[in-house]
């Protein structure tokens, strides 16, 4: 089912999102009262403030809901996005967090530039751009893994905040995160957390390859878009829309690892609950431990109603 970009945001909620499943928007709704949350407001501070915020239309409101729910679900993800970078702004100035303050910082700078890369990819995705929506995506999954890792690790956090220069920024990038170094460390760290990530299974081979296919958005190549091929199959990289399925998924993942990799992240969540301030300046920082709820709940209806491999991830989201 095509959709197509509409300017207005002065629309309810689920206006937003025509066509989307009513089951998925009930259970949905259900997850966010349950917790005491305004969907409503948060989506206004957040999605809302986008630079390409608006709403879609359904080209055939007939067809499957199913790109529209991918559309729902990514922006579902970019809300938790949008509470972290709030919540480390927060806990920068807080004494005594369990993460070090470097680790928060760098978080925070990271989430800043992850917010950017969504804004931008929700625009390419509504109008259609693959080849750049697939160039930013794979640079939102290498800052994903970046993160994780800085959540772990609080000296590589501590390094990359003492960079000051660009050649010391791009000696840091060479050195701790080109050539999956990044995701290598989070996987490792993973095993040890008892959340056996499996470097040579199904997933790791869905991730390789939509890697290898993202790769030749940003490396010049002679080929014919996948979505132009003759004969292409359902299953198959779509471009934008797997790209933003992919997307979706990796933003998951960060917040279902966030917690997996030290029980330091979510109890510091928790302390900037009950410690911040209730000024609106600071409320969406408040309010990330139970957004992490939702999303983690999130990461298993995506792999249970995604069209990857068989729920990959499964097993090690509990």
Not at 35 to 50: A, E, H, P, Q, Y
Not at 77 to 101: F, G, K, Q, Y
Request: one cysteine or more.
């Amino acid at each position: 089912m095509p959709i197509r970009f509409t300017s207005s945001t002065l629309v309810p909620f689920e206006a937003n999102y025509p066509g989307v499943s009513p089951q998925l928007m009930a259970r949905t709704r259900q997850m966010w009262s349950s917790r005491g949350l305004d969907l409503d407001k948060i989506w206004r501070i957040t999605i809302g403030r986008f630079r390409g915020a608006g709403s879609i239309e359904c080209q055939n409101p007939e067809a499957s809901s199913s790109p529209v729910d991918q559309f729902f679900m990514f922006e579902q993800a970019a809300i938790w996005v949008a509470s972290l970078n709030a919540s480390a702004e927060l806990a920068i100035d807080m004494p005594h967090t369990r993460l070090t303050t470097p680790q928060w910082r760098a978080l925070h700078a990271l989430t800043f530039r992850l917010i950017e890369q969504l804004d931008a990819i929700r625009l390419l995705f509504l109008n259609e751009l693959p080849t750049p929506s697939m160039q930013i995506a794979r640079s939102i999954s290498e800052d994903i893994d970046m993160a994780l890792a800085f959540i772990s690790r609080p000296k590589l956090a501590a390094r990359f905040t003492e960079c000051e220069t660009i050649e010391e920024a791009n000696e840091f990038w060479r050195r701790h995160i080109a050539g999956g170094r990044a995701f290598k460390a989070v996987s490792e760290q993973l095993y040890r957390a008892g959340l056996e990530f499996d470097q040579s299974g199904e997933y790791a081979a869905w991730r390789k390859k939509v890697k290898a296919i993202l790769g030749t958005a940003v490396h010049s190549s002679f080929r014919v878009p996948v979505s132009h091929q003759p004969g292409t199959q359902p299953g198959q990289f779509r471009e934008t829309r797997d790209c933003l399925y992919y997307v979706t998924l990796r933003l998951q993942e960060m917040c279902a690892y966030s917690h997996g990799l030290t029980k330091n992240f979510g109890e510091d969540l928790k302390a900037i609950n009950q410690n911040a301030s209730s000024a609106s300046d600071g409320e969406l920082g408040r309010l990330t431990a139970r957004i992490s709820e939702i999303t983690v709940d999130q990461l298993r209806w995506t792999l249970t109603n995604g069209e990857v491999p068989e729920a990959p991830l499964s097993h090690h989201v509990h």
